[in-house]
């Protein structure tokens, strides 16, 4: 798992073999069950994570009770709940394992501490923090243009992993439409394809 890590990290710097297992040694991987909640809507965050292993869901429970899915996180990326800038720093979201997983977990206390002894750290935090921002705002920019059956098309093939792992009333909340019209959908293609 500790590979996976450091081969991630020299996408983004040009830390030393040494001193990526340097970094790698300080940082804390925890093995979650299925269901857990590493977040609730409401809390205050105290650790961001990254995805070795496993699948975890992003979502919030609006006025109605209903529960509205903004994103999953898979293999090789990063989970943070960015609310700094908020005066009242709760998580307008909840985040749970929908599979059993191996996270690095990482305490936001401790991380300045991290980035004043490993400061090529900060640096590639930034740089992993800066492509996300491009991927979601490319992602957001699609998503108001398209339909829904041009979400689910863009989906099947940029995140196709996520149609055999997540329930089908999950995904269909991720892309904004109800189960059954996404049903329907997934119907249409499949009798295209044949």
Known sequence: MKKILMKYMT???????EE?????????????????VL???GDVPTKCYFVLKGCVRQYSVDEAGKEVTSNFY???QAIANFNHHKQDQSSAY?????????LVVGDLDAEKDMYNKHTELETMTR???EEKLGEVQDELASFIASTPEER???LLQKRPCLIERVPQHQL???LGITPESLSRIKKRINKGNL
């Open 11 to 17: 996408q983004f710097t040009k830390l030393s073999e």
């Open 20 to 36: 990526q297992q340097a970094i790698v040694k300080e940082l804390c991987m925890e093995e979650y069950k299925k269901g857990t």
């Open 39 to 41: 977040l609730r809507q």
């Open 74 to 76: 898979t293999e090789e």
């Open 94 to 102: 909840s985040f749970i394992c929908l599979e059993d997983c191996i």
């Open 127 to 129: 740089k992993m923090i």
């Open 152 to 154: 689910y098309r863009a």
């Open 172 to 174: 269909a909340s991720y």
